[in-house]
């Protein structure tokens, strides 16, 4: 239950369903990354599930069964969650920890993947504690741990409520140093965690993305025809969700953005390209100098005005009088083959410069 991909769940459920978008959406308290891919594949009503890009990996590196990718698809690419690492005042770095009592959170959550692979990358070998989170962060509290581990989208809603006189404090953890490429860099921030972190100390730490994943269903399936429907309304709606009191993690998605090795589900590319297709000829169209409401385009007017000005440099030397008639002519001439209040005021300040 404290998987934090549930939340997420909850709130496209919250979002989306309803009578606008006919559908109704049921989250589910999974059992972690791998065991909601293999939901996917085998729990029937399951459709839809939320894995990491690091387990994503490593189905592909080490399938289950043959052809995988053949059945699981993904919607779209979500957003990076940041690795915690919390531990008591006495632990100055990640090898600090060798060899003391360390949450991996429950084994085959997100968390334990993650958390295992990291360790194992720097070399760190500790004695991992199975605890559900908030649990654990009572053990850490109570010195029966030394640190715990979560991934979790920052700020973590399990960290705010932690007082700068509970002598806690995050880790650093740097990518690189044989971290496979689905880490990437992050850091967490005073603005993220203001009684945790210093204004002028960040804590460097690895994030990893997460993923919509769904079944592949054959095309024409009543079962296809409902997540084309998700689709469409997540799609659609997503920048309503990108306002509070949504979570600001929904700013960070880029449903154009793909999963290297994996193939996205059918209606999502189809969406994507629809949407790409509009954006295109909007700014094709928007390139295209678009005439005035007099039927004059602004470079039109300017090669007018710029060719008057010309003609008026080359004319012997004319009484103010004629030189007045010759230009109001020319003002008129202007006005009827479409000039407009831009031509007529530049128009105007040039007869005034002449006088």
């Known amino acids: 239950m404290e998987g934090t991909e549930l939340w997420e769940a909850t709130d496209l459920a919250a979002s989306l369903g309803g009578t606008q978008d006919h559908l109704r959406i049921l989250p589910i308290a999974g059992k972690g990354g791998v065991q909601n891919a293999t939901d996917i594949l085998f729990a029937r009503g399951i459709d839809i599930g939320i894995i990491q890009t690091d387990v994503l990996a490593a189905l592909k590196n080490d399938p289950p069964f043959p052809g995988i990718d053949n059945y699981l698809e993904y919607v779209t690419k979500l957003y990076d969650e940041e690795l915690h690492v919390l531990a008591s005042w006495d632990v100055h770095s990640v090898e600090d920890l060798a060899s003391k009592k360390v949450n991996f959170g429950a084994p085959g959550s997100g968390t334990f993947t993650t958390a295992t692979a990291v360790f194992r990358a720097l070399g760190v070998a500790v004695d991992v504690t199975g605890f559900p989170q908030p649990i654990a962060l009572q053990k850490l ?47 967490l921030t005073a603005e993220d965690y203001p009684d945790l972190i210093e204004a002028n100390a960040p804590v460097s730490t690895v994030a990893v993305g997460t993923i919509l994943a769904a079944y592949n269903w054959p095309a024409g399936t009543e079962r296809y025809r409902k997540v084309a429907r998700f689709v469409e309304a997540f799609f659609a709606r997503l920048q309503e ?13 880029d449903l154009a953005a793909s999963v290297p090795g994996w193939t996205r ?17 909007a700014r094709r169209q928007a390139a295209i100098p678009q005439p005035s409401a007099g039927g004059l385009t602004e470079q039109e007017r300017n090669a007018i005005f710029a060719e008057f000005v010309d003609y008026q440099k080359r004319m012997p030397a004319l009484d103010p009088q004629r030189r007045e008639a010759l230009f109001r002519e020319f003002a008129e001439y202007s ?21």
């Not at 006005?335 to 006088?355: H, M, S």
Request: positive net charge.
């Open 335 to 355: 006005k009827r083959q479409g000039g407009l209040a831009t031509f007529e005021r530049r128009a105007a300040q040039f007869a005034a410069n002449q006088n």
């Open 141 to 187: 509290r109570r010195g029966e741990i030394s640190a715990m581990v979560c991934l979790t989208p920052k700020p973590a809603r399990l960290f705010q409520d932690l007082r700068p006189d509970e002598d806690l404090h995050f880790l650093s953890v740097r990518a690189g140093s044989g971290l496979p490429r689905a880490y990437t860099s992050a850091t």
């Open 241 to 253: 969700m990108q306002v509070p009191p949504h979570h600001p993690k929904w700013h960070e998605i």
């Open 265 to 281: 589900f059918p209606a999502a590319e189809q969406w994507i390209k629809k949407a790409e297709s509009s954006q295109g000829e």
